[in-house]
């Protein structure tokens, strides 16, 4: 409902509650998600007000019988398919729904508390993350597995400004993290919750059991999609458990919870970081290539091919100046420590940007053969 409208709609709506006896505290409840729903929020103080006014000034309706609780409507397809799209769904687009949570994984000082800050600041901010549109909305930062100063100096590192709508707590949870939590929300209007990490909010006794997992993070989760807000969970993944989706310690309680799962890993024998996403709806991240781009905020580098035959490069002209003769691309293929078909795209990139001459015709008997350019500074 839009400004001007917001006061005459929500009292109308408080009295078709009163009218059809519905309990006040459950009327009192979808008159505060409606509120929350106008553009902007209509203050959550007068939206009681309008609820006690209409349950003090009428009466219900007389019915013969009288339902014991509240219960929701059934939309049918008709409305399904008329309802106006939401430009407020996603707080990030295509990757985090509001009243939805996700799942940062990463092995331990691979990046992913990194990455979660960069994109608290970006939603702060309003800026394009990752090539993706945020939704300009206050942050909180919980950091439950660092100090403040470890935090702060991350924040920092990203050029955090004193106007910046993020709030952080660092140290650990009160027990009743869930009312904290909720109670810290509302004063300050947040969107986003990053929760760095899962296992010290919940302190799991067994993460691998999908029942307790459930039925500890359930009342948060109930919460946030009360409230449209995203919760989002760092998470450790196994120290010997791959590289793959599944590699997040008790993977099947938390992919099964999350709409969005974030799988964040280094290439070996590198300092690249690859991102990838398994998503409920949205669009998926593919195996993604980030880095730090000239600004100093984290964005893509490209896909993961990509940066794999870009190091592949100073692999095969190691390999070509320790050769006498030139070698030919079987040769080449056989030299280089990597999957042959990354060999052969370098080779042609070479050729592309001239770091590489090649001779012979390329047929029986007169191969191709390479060598490092001359042009290509040693």
């Not at 990030?92 to 960069?118: E, Y």
């Not at 994109?119 to 100090?147: C, E, H, M, W």
């Not at 449209?228 to 010997?240: G, P, S």
Request: aromatic share 8%; charged share 25%; with cysteine.
């Amino acid at each position: 409902v839009p400004e001007g409208q917001r006061d005459s709609t929500l009292f109308r709506l408080a009295c078709k509650l009163r009218n059809a006896d519905v309990p006040q505290e459950i009327a009192e409840r979808l008159i505060l998600e409606s509120a929350s729903n106008c553009r902007p929020p209509f203050p959550e103080s007068i939206a009681r007000e309008k609820v006690a006014r209409a349950y003090a000034t009428y009466a219900p309706k007389q019915t013969t019988t009288k339902q014991a609780e509240f219960w929701p409507e059934l939309i049918s397809a008709k409305d399904l398919l008329a309802l106006p799209p939401d430009p407020t769904r996603w707080v990030w687009d295509q990757t985090l729904p509001l009243g939805g949570c996700s799942v940062l994984v990463a092995k331990p000082k691979i990046g992913k508390s990194t990455l979660a800050v960069n994109l608290a600041i970006a939603v702060a901010r309003g800026l394009k993350f990752l090539g993706r549109d945020t939704q300009q909305n206050p942050v909180a930062y919980l950091s439950l597995d660092a100090s403040l100063p470890e935090i702060a100096e991350v924040f920092t590192t990203f050029g955090l400004k004193e106007y910046d709508q993020i709030f952080l707590h660092a140290g650990a949870a009160p027990k009743d993290n869930v009312g904290w939590i909720m109670q810290r929300v509302k004063e300050n209007l947040v969107r986003l919750v990053i929760i760095d990490t899962l296992q010290k909010l919940f302190r799991f006794e067994n993460v691998n059991d999908y029942s307790q997992v459930i039925n500890i993070m359930e009342p948060l989760l109930d919460a946030a999609r009360e409230q449209k807000i995203h919760l989002l969970f760092t998470h450790h993944a196994k120290k010997d458990g791959g590289d793959d989706l599944d590699s997040a310690i008790g993977s099947t309680a938390v992919r099964g919870l999350a709409y969005t799962y974030l799988h964040l890993k280094r290439l070996p024998e590198s300092e690249q970081r690859i991102l990838r996403s398994d998503q409920r709806g949205g669009k998926n991240f593919g195996e993604t290539a980030i880095g730090f781009n000239k600004d100093g905020f984290i964005d893509i580098q490209g896909t993961r091919e990509e940066v794999e035959i870009d190091l592949c490069i100073p692999k095969i002209i190691e390999a070509l100046q320790a050769e006498e003769t030139d070698p030919t691309e079987r040769e080449i293929r056989r030299m280089v420590p990597v999957r042959g078909i990354l060999v052969s795209k370098a080779i042609r990139k070479m050729l592309r940007t001239e770091e590489l001459t090649r001779t012979g015709e390329g047929k029986k008997g007169s191969a191709f053969r390479y060598s490092v350019s001359f042009s290509f500074p040693l």
